[in-house]
């Protein structure tokens, strides 16, 4: 396959600017809408409509004399000025890769459509010779990458040695006691820059997070039962080894219990120990999906739960290594298009070392502390940029009768339960809030019967499954999972698993490729199917093959066959969870994935001003069209006005001549910011 046939954006130099002085037209192939009354239109809008992008049709536009030539049907046309430099840039890094700076290099590629493989590809140059003449340009995959490998695997995406994760300088091991307490990447030194501003002390800070666990709490209406094992388990021996004595006391005026201590817990021996540093700059995009601001992800620390017989000055033998993860999330707070190439080349570029030397240690260590210093996200609760913290662990409940492994999610935020707002991110303490895109499953919803669960597969996730669908190979869906559905609390206050393993839906035909993807991505996009049936891993009776990255395995932590796939270049099979083998297995090699996003980022990402429009924008399409061609992601806050398709071009000239008194500021994004939105939050 060449790049030419996957190629869906096009570039080229207009013969006249706009209005708006813009030079470029960027073509873009979109998705047959989700809603068929808009196939043919000849506007398109997508995105959030309170942040809309408005498209047109590229035939129109060339049948108004607005562009040079339409590329052909389905395409889709808005209005950059991209730059020179700007080309001279990207061609100049594509440069760098076919000399080998990053590494070994392939021309072939492999095409994922969301997590799955689905055909190898050759791309293409960025012709900026042809561009600057006035040519259509395609603006595709990468003409060649740094091949996939283990030592960059190791180095730039997962990071799990030893040399980084027992780094004497900046780690602290709670089995060995080596290492530098207080370290750069340690849990001590997260806590403490994540507690500024929550009007406590970093100590009391984690001592009332740690305390979630002693009493039972609703989110959502979904009841999240107490684990007061967290108290002997974690806590007791914590303040034991802090010089301090711990009890745990009912407090009848609360009617909760909670804990009493002598003294503050010693965070520098925290008893979390470090197993993976993680980027996960896949995660880059828009927030949203169509449309919005270029994002750099989420930068990850996984740390392992201990609890050693001698603390800090045992061995791994006696550390007591405990089947509890708990992972610190948090947003990379790096916007536009170009600082997102800046942190990616930043990335690739510690995936050339060849060893963990002094200079990968050290450039590795002002990177991470660019994102978890406090003050790095003024505009996030205690100025810190964690998106969430997430637990996964079945150690406070085993020896009980049935032990059921539990995921909690804890954010710097007030959660908005009615989907009318974001999250208030207010500082304070971290809060519990509904587990990210999965159903309350403790009583409240049937993982296998479930009405809500199917109804909201057939609607909403089937909407957003992008077209056209092969299963498996070409299944990606775009949605967001409401707070409620028909009245009934839908997302849950946490997540247990073993059971459930997975979600089915009752009503999905097996023979419609479209609801077996829905149901598919739904599944697999909830924490259950993630770390249990859809990526095949193994919860049963305590087993500790239920982590992404094993707590138990040792140093170096073992990862998953989800993200490793067979292998380099190799592929790892899951059958499906709701009809089986029998009809289809699900290919998944993450980390491969992740290698060519990240090499997609750094070195053929082609950035350009885009204007942003004001939502008013909408209000007035509505009176000059009497509807609005909106086609956007599939949103729990649904649209205020009427939507249908507009295929009358007078109309659609008055639309074009409206834009500059809409235009808000220019937004720095790539030239393929119109991507198909993914759904990843695992």
């Known amino acids: 396959m060449t790049g030419l046939s996957t190629a869906t954006v096009f ?24 809603n068929k009354e808009l196939e043919s239109s000849l506007v398109r809008v997508v995105g959030d409509p309170k942040d809309p992008v408005v498209l047109f049709s590229s035939d129109a536009l060339a049948q108004l004399g607005r562009i040079p030539k339409s590329p052909g049907p389905g395409f889709f046309t808005l209005f950059s000025s991209l730059k020179d430099s700007e080309l ?3 061609t100049n890094s594509e440069k760098e890769v076919a000399e ?39 603006i595709a995959g990468c003409p060649a990458l740094p091949a996939t490998s283990q030592n960059v695997w190791d180095k730039a995406l997962l990071i799990r040695d030893p040399a980084v994760v027992q780094n004497p300088a900046r780690t602290w091991d709670p089995c060995t006691g080596a290492g530098t307490q207080g370290g750069k990447w340690t849990f001590s030194h997260l806590i403490k820059e994540m507690a500024q501003d929550s009007g406590t002390t970093a100590e009391d800070f984690v001592m009332k997070w740690l305390s979630n666990w002693l009493n039972d709490y609703t989110v959502n209406g979904d009841l999240v039962q107490a684990r007061q094992n967290m108290f002997s388990e974690v806590i007791q021996p914590w303040a034991t080894a802090s010089g301090q004595v711990a009890s745990l006391v009912f407090n009848t005026s609360t009617n909760k219990w909670q804990v009493s201590i002598t003294g503050p817990l010693n965070l520098d021996i925290a008893p979390f120990r470090l197993l993976a540093i993680v980027n996960r700059i896949d995660l880059a995009g828009s927030s949203g999906g169509y449309g919005g601001s270029s994002t750099a992800g989420e930068l990850r620390f996984v740390f392992g739960m201990t609890k050693p017989t001698n603390w800090g000055a045992g061995t791994e033998a006696t550390c007591n290594l405990k089947l509890f993860t708990t992972i610190l999330e948090y947003g990379v707070p790096r916007t536009g298009c170009q600082q997102v190439i800046d942190w990616a080349r930043d990335w690739a570029q510690l995936g050339t070392h060849t060893s963990f030397d002094a200079t990968y240690l050290a450039k590795l260590e002002s990177m991470t502390e660019s994102v978890v210093l406090h003050g790095s996200a003024p505009s996030k609760g205690n100025k810190n940029a964690l998106n969430q913290l997430r637990t996964n662990e079945i150690s406070l409940v085993l020896g009980g009768s049935n032990p059921l492994w539990e995921l909690r999610e804890f954010q710097l935020a007030d959660e ?8 208030a991110r207010t500082n304070g303490l971290l809060r519990p809030h509904t587990v990210a895109l999965t159903p309350s499953d403790a009583g409240n919803h049937d993982p296998d019967i479930d009405p809500d669960v199917n109804q909201f597969v057939l609607t909403d996730v089937k909407a957003g499954v992008k077209l056209p669908v092969f299963v498996p190979t070409a299944c990606v869906s775009s949605f967001k999972a409401p707070h409620k559905i028909n009245g009934n609390f839908f997302l849950g206050g946490s997540a247990l698993v073993n059971p459930p393993t997975h979600w089915e839906a009752f009503g999905v035909n097996p023979g419609d490729a479209q609801e077996v993807c829905a149901r598919k991505e739904f599944s697999g996009n909830t924490c259950n199917g993630c770390h249990r049936g859809d990526t095949a891993l193994d919860g049963t009776n305590g087993n500790n093959n239920f982590t992404h990255i094993s707590p138990t395995s040792g140093i170096p932590a073992t990862p998953s066959k989800f993200l490793t796939g067979g292998g380099v270049n190799f592929m790892f099979s899951v059958p499906d969870t709701q009809f089986g083998a029998g009809l289809t297995s699900w290919p998944f090699a993450d980390l491969l994935r992740r290698h060519q996003r990240l090499y997609d980022i750094a070195t053929c990402t082609t950035c350009s001003p885009f204007f942003a429009f004001d939502v008013a ?15 956007g992601l599939a949103s729990t806050e649904k649209p205020t006005f009427k939507i249908g398709p507009i295929s009358d071009m007078e109309k659609v000239q008055q639309l074009l ?18 991507r198909p939105p993914e759904v990843f939050v695992h």
Not at 619 to 624: F, G, L, P, T
């Open 416 to 423: 908005n339960l009615t989907d009318t707002a974001p999250d």
């Open 88 to 90: 001279d840039r990207r």
């Open 657 to 674: 001549e409206l834009r500059s008194e809409f235009a808000k500021e220019p937004r720095d994004l790539p030239l393929s910011f119109l």
């Open 617 to 631: 924008f909408l209000a007035r399409m509505e009176q000059v069209a009497g509807v609005v061609p909106f086609d």
């Open 100 to 138: 080998g700076k990053f590494g070994e290099v392939t021309k072939e590629t492999i095409l994922f459509n969301g997590r799955h493989p689905a055909a190898r590809f050759e791309g293409l140059s960025l012709d900026a010779r042809a561009f600057r003449g006035g040519g259509m340009v395609p």
């Open 11 to 34: 570039a080229q130099r207009l013969a006249q600017a706009t209005p708006l002085e813009e030079t470029t037209a960027i073509h873009v192939k979109l998705a047959p809408p989700a």
